[in-house]
């Protein structure tokens, strides 16, 4: 039985990810999972990983965030990809490295040996990424104070996204960039027309 195929799809908040993913994940068949708390372990975690009420340093943030992502992959990811069933993914380990890496400053080079260590080698086969300016992400919709990233300053979400694009730009057969600006029926048709070109 052949592996499944794995498709991540990254983005600063309110760029319309979750939406593609769970419209790409329906449409294929495939399992759709988020990060982070997708598994009861996880629903804890992203109480204390998002309540802006809880100071903890960027570190602590990472790790907590590793933490969910190793028993999410252990638990939900490998076993569906291990069955031959393809998964498609709001957000992976490109969200810490754009995040806690680029935003909060987290050494990158540390992030990623904490990353091999949480996930192994579970890697996307592909990740899309739906590009967005930070200013039009919050015309969409109205930031939630009580959440520890969307609260965060202007300057923060520039970092994240300058960090996505980065990243995409390390590597561009892994990663697929669309404008995230026109509609949804727009990104949506170029987001199709890519993803037709794999084995699903």
């Known amino acids: 039985m052949s592996r499944g195929l794995f498709v991540v799809f990254e ?15 329906q449409a294929h068949g495939a399992l759709f999972v988020f990060e982070p708390g997708d598994t009861p372990v996880g629903v804890d975690l992203r109480h204390w990983i998002l309540d802006a009420a809880t100071p903890m340093t960027p570190a602590t943030e990472a790790l907590l965030l ?21 998964v498609v993914a709001d957000r992976f380990y490109a969200s810490t490295l754009a995040y806690q890496g680029f935003g909060r400053g987290v050494d990158l080079a540390e992030l990623r040996a904490a990353t091999d260590l949480a996930i192994g080698g579970c890697r ?6 739906i590009d967005l300016d930070p200013s039009a992400a919050n015309e969409r919709e ?8 969307e609260s965060a300053d202007p300057q ?40 037709g070109t794999l084995r699903w």
């Open 11 to 25: 983005g600063i908040d309110g760029c319309g990810k979750s939406t593609h993913a769970r419209r790409v994940a």
């Open 66 to 86: 590793l933490a969910d992502r190793s028993h999410h992959v252990h638990s939900v990811i490998e076993p569906a990809l291990e069955s031959g069933r393809a």
């Open 124 to 129: 996307p086969d592909l990740t899309v990424l």
């Open 142 to 149: 109205a930031r939630d104070e009580s959440d520890r990233f």
């Open 156 to 195: 923060f979400h520039d970092r994240v996204r300058e960090g996505y694009l980065a990243l995409a730009a390390e590597d561009v057969d892994g990663w697929f960039v669309v404008d995230g600006a026109h509609s949804e029926s727009d990104v949506a048709a170029v987001i199709d027309q890519r993803l």
